[in-house]
């Protein structure tokens, strides 16, 4: 099955951090898979800046080793990459003083009337200075947008003020604030799946659902990203986001239709209606981890400390929460959260636990009934799984069995799975803002992480220790299980 591309406008796609990590290891391959897929209109361009001095050539070079080293086996096309390679522009700029501005306007000017997207990809610090830039070098024409990345403060002050910053300058329907996992296949799934077939949605509450676990188990551990992981800690650099973000979706209610301000609106009234962790509750509702020395990705792997260079932290590696939403549809239903690096595999999923059957009615020698799952899976097999009750195939009589039906996307439609960022690098072009964060979601989320944190540091918790390649702390078992309930931990 093939997929159907409809090009968008000719856009001119300026990226600040153009030749650091995120460029090189998503956003240049994001750009040439579409491109690859036909979506460009010509005139389209990609400019780099960033403050290294380096020309066009040297800019397309790095392009080039990039494409090599990101792409999968069979996607680098000689044609192609001579051709994307071509679009690419490079300006050394500096983000505090005038020094490479005019040079970029100069080219932009060049593209007046196309689509322009300025692309942060660089340290939040630095946000308001080149907003500030762009608005004073007169960059900004009708058909601009601005694009962000997380982390979008550390707490609800300094997200307030960094987007009052940005909204200086930039009008809420020009800024983009961008969290990848909302372009993941399987998230924006999950609302065909809710909201395009009749069989859920009545089941879809209180009355039919046990609990709600959602879990993103990473097993790498800081990448060299030690300096900004160890201020930030599980938290703040998944819970306030991408996990909030997938409990918004499972959680809502059906917007009136799919346009930005419905979708968000509905999220936002979740993020609302979470109710309080704070000091009087965060023991008995959190659990914050740390890993220690142990095995992942088959071999032998450093404990947190000892990556550290200083090796003393309280920084959590991995947190497990039990939430709750005060309304109608959920109430007494415990959204379970959990995410950590070094745990025993990579795997993200969303696992909607129905309620038992009210009464059974077959001998015990059927076995036992299990309830029914819904298992939304985001990686690494992106797909859905349901699982029900049948009878054992075959004589021997009245014998239950547990079983999936099961929709492997991949295996099913025989299509490359496109990266989080291609769907969502375009619809910064077409303007499309349903999977992108609003200010007041972004403010709402810190106002429940926020309470978490300080209460965390009131009650003095500690982290416990967990062996990197195991599912986290013993603690975090516990806090399901003491509900009588366990952990989805099929990988
Ligand atoms: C980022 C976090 O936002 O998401 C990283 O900062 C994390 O710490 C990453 O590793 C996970 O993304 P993905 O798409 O690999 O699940």
Not at 7 to 25: K, Q
Not at 181 to 209: C, D, S
Not at 232 to 249: K, P, S, Y
């Amino acid at each position: 099955m093939s997929s159907q591309i409809i090009p968008v406008e000719p856009f001119d796609y300026v990226v600040f951090g153009g030749s650091g990590d995120l460029a090189e290891r998503k956003l240049l391959p994001a750009l040439y898979h579409r491109q690859v897929e036909g979506q460009f209109s010509e005139p389209t361009r990609i400019i780099g800046a960033s403050r290294s001095a380096l020309s066009n050539e040297e800019y397309r070079k790095f392009a080039d080793a990039a494409l090599k080293e990101h792409l999968k086996k069979g996607e680098y096309d000689e044609a192609e990459v001579k051709k994307f390679l071509a679009r690419l522009f490079y300006v050394p700029v500096d983000a505090r003083s005038d020094a490479g501005w005019d040079q970029l306007k100069k080219i932009l000017d060049e593209g007046k009337d196309r689509v322009r997207a300025f692309y942060l990809a660089v340290a939040p610090g630095i946000f308001g200075d080149i907003s500030q830039k762009i608005h004073d070098h007169k960059l900004i024409t009708k058909q601009t947008r601005i694009v962000v990345e997380k982390p979008i403060g550390r707490d609800l002050d300094s997200a307030l003020q960094l987007n009052d910053t940005i909204g200086k300058v930039f009008k809420e329907e020009q800024i983009f604030r961008i969290d990848h996992y909302l372009g993941k296949e399987t998230v924006q799934n999950l609302m065909a799946l809710r909201f395009a077939n009749a069989l859920y949605e009545p089941l879809w509450n209180a009355n039919h659902i046990d609990h709600v676990q959602i879990t993103v188990a990473e097993s790498v551990g800081l990448e060299g990203r030690a300096g900004y992981y160890d201020t930030a800690g599980a938290l703040r650099d998944m819970v306030q986001n991408h996990i909030l973000q997938l409990l918004c979706l499972t959680a809502m209610e059906i917007p009136s239709s799919m346009d930005s301000e419905a979708v968000r609106d509905e999220k936002l009234k979740v993020l609302r209606a979470l109710k309080p962790i704070n000091a009087s509750n965060v023991e008995q509702a959190t659990v914050r981890g740390q890993y220690r020395a142990g095995a992942s990705s088959g071999g032998p792997v450093k404990g947190y400390l000892d990556e550290l260079e200083g090796g003393v932290s309280n920084t959590e590696t991995f947190v497990a929460i039990k939430a709750e939403i005060g309304n109608w549809r959920w109430a007494g239903v415990p959204f379970y959260i959990r995410t950590g690096k070094r745990l025993a595999g990579r795997m993200s999923e969303i696992v909607i636990t129905f309620k038992p059957i009210p009464h059974n009615i077959f001998d015990q020698s059927a076995g036992r009934t299990v309830a029914n799952q819904l298992i939304i899976r985001l990686q690494p097999d992106e797909g859905v799984k349901q699982s029900l009750m049948i009878k054992d195939p075959g004589p021997g009589g009245m014998r239950l069995r547990n079983v999936s039906l099961d929709m492997s996307f991949a295996a099913a439609f025989n299509v490359r799975n496109p990266d989080a960022y291609e769907r969502l690098l375009m619809d910064v072009i077409r303007s499309n803002q349903t999977l992108f964060m609003r200010r007041d979601e972004v403010e709402a989320a810190w106002d429940w992480v926020d309470p978490i944190l300080k209460g965390w540091e009131t009650a003095g918790q500690q982290v416990q220790g967990y062996t990197a390649g195991t599912w986290g702390p013993s603690q975090a078992i516990a806090l399901i299980e003491r509900d009588g309930r366990t952990w989805h931990d099929d990988i």
